[in-house]
């Protein structure tokens, strides 16, 4: 079995391949091809590769290459994890909106509204040529904004291409733990958008555990996301909020930590992944080693602003495991290649699921996973609060798909302007303005 990954000089594909390498079963995948436009990083990312491989006997063969069609031809997967401006321009997507007030992360707010404007024609480019040349493959999707990117997809290859992330997968992990509960056996009721979600309950055996943890002050202000929101705030909401609903539930404190920091997120990765593969430029690298290494440094930063904001501090040495997306996109393909059954957290197109959005939608909520695909589980209705932000942020997504559609620089204003955390109408016409001036990739955005 093919896989393809795009995006294949990314630092993360070596989280993949290691997945790959503890599936010794029939069916598994046998052939690896990293695509990218910089034959720099692949050549980097192919010697961590095969440091990993060295004896393995079964291990993917890997091959490289820059031409987008000779790595999707023959594909039975194709993973797109690409990141259109790379580093550099999510550094430059965060100091505009910052400049303005406002926060820049890749995948929330104006940051994260022009992040999906350069991404959205890219990814409906990727999928138009697997229609064309791969039209019986799976496109499993981690490019950001995860859920527009999926959704901008999803409308020229259907339910084929299923979005996935971490961060639910690794709040449902650490609630379990704190529980005591084995978070294989756990059910998580989860549902939201990607990057706006709500863990809801936690069932070990049948019964919701999750009122005990909300009754246990102790228990949560023990682990990640408990310290970050803090317990009174949990148990007003009767949930725990997926990490990144810190940017709107305390938007002010990190606006004003990502303002006052030495360098925001994605200036610190760039500085960190230019070294890294300035490093590996070098042959005599032990390239596994020094992957290992910034890997280690690039999660114990994570959500550091934020932290900062919240006044916790750094972060404890058990919730530094994330969900592990190389582990959820393993188990999303066996599912689908083998017909191994599997209930995993992802991003799919809503139908009937949520009645507050319609059909096209994409929403993150558990799915059984078979042969067929993905398909969304029953949930009980979002409270009003959640409503509110959910709808809003999806208006948002359509207008970006709207803008990129029609070329319309007015439509893209009307994106910024009508996110929760972007306040006025002046500064979404500003981002525009300095976006477009920044970024060769919104030149299609007419006047």
């Known amino acids: ?36 436009l910089d034959e720099g990083r692949l050549s980097a990312i192919a010697r961590v590769l095969a440091d990993q491989a060295e004896g393995v006997p079964d291990a993917p063969v890997v091959t490289a290459t820059t031409d987008l069609d000779e790595a999707l031809r023959g594909a039975d997967f194709v993973f797109s994890a690409i990141r259109v401006g790379g580093l550099e321009g999510r550094a430059a997507d965060e100091r505009i909106a910052l400049a303005e007030g406002v926060l820049g992360q890749e995948t929330v707010g104006a940051g994260g509204i022009a992040y999906g404007l350069r991404t959205v024609p890219v990814a409906e480019h990727i999928a138009t040529r697997v229609a ?40 449902g992990r650490r609630v379990a733990r704190i529980l005591g509960a084995n978070p294989d056996e756990a059910w998580i009721d989860y549902v939201g958008l990607n990057h706006l979600g709500w863990l809801r309950g936690l069932r070990i055996g049948g019964r919701d555990e999750l009122p005990r943890l909300l009754a246990d002050e102790e228990a949560l202000g023990s682990f990640e996301e408990g310290r970050l929101f803090g317990p009174e705030w949990l148990r007003s909401l009767g949930a725990v909020p997926n990490e990144y609903l810190h940017y709107y539930y305390f938007n002010r404190e990190a606006v004003h930590a990502y303002r006052t920091a030495e360098r925001t997120r994605g200036a610190y990765l760039r500085d960190q992944q230019a070294g890294f593969y300035e490093e590996m430029g070098k042959p005599d690298t032990p390239a596994l080693d020094t992957w290992h290494r910034t890997l280690a440094d690039r999660e114990a930063t994570y959500m550091a602003a934020n932290r900062e904001a919240a006044g916790i501090g750094e972060r404890d040495e058990e919730d530094l495991e994330s969900g592990g997306y190389e582990k959820v996109a393993l188990a999303l393909m066996r599912a689908v290649a083998r017909n191994e059954r599997a209930t995993l957290i992802l991003n799919v197109r809503n139908g009937s699921t949520l009645a507050a959005l319609d059909a096209d939608a994409v929403i993150e909520v558990p799915c059984f996973v078979d042969a067929n695909g993905a398909h969304p589980v029953s949930v009980a209705p979002l409270p009003y609060h959640a409503v509110g932000l959910v709808t809003a942020v999806k208006a948002v997504e359509r207008e970006v798909l709207a803008a990129v559609e029609s070329g319309s620089r007015a439509t893209a204003v009307k994106a910024f302007a009508l996110h929760p955390l972007v306040d006025s109408v002046s500064v979404a016409r500003r981002l525009v303005e300095n976006y477009t001036a920044e970024h060769a990739g919104l030149a299609y955005l007419r006047r």
């Not at 490019?143 to 990117?149: E, H, I, K, S, W």
């Open 132 to 171: 064309q040349l791969a039209p019986d493959a799976w496109v499993i999707n981690f490019t950001n904004p995860a859920g527009l990117v999926t959704e901008a997809m999803s409308r020229i290859l259907g339910d084929r291409v299923v979005g996935i992330c971490d961060s639910p997968v690794g709040l």
């Open 1 to 36: 079995m093919k896989l393809t990954i795009l995006g294949g000089g990314g630092f993360r594909v070596p989280l993949v391949y290691g997945a790959l390498l503890g599936d010794h079963a029939e069916g598994r995948v046998t052939h690896v091809t990293l695509y990218d």
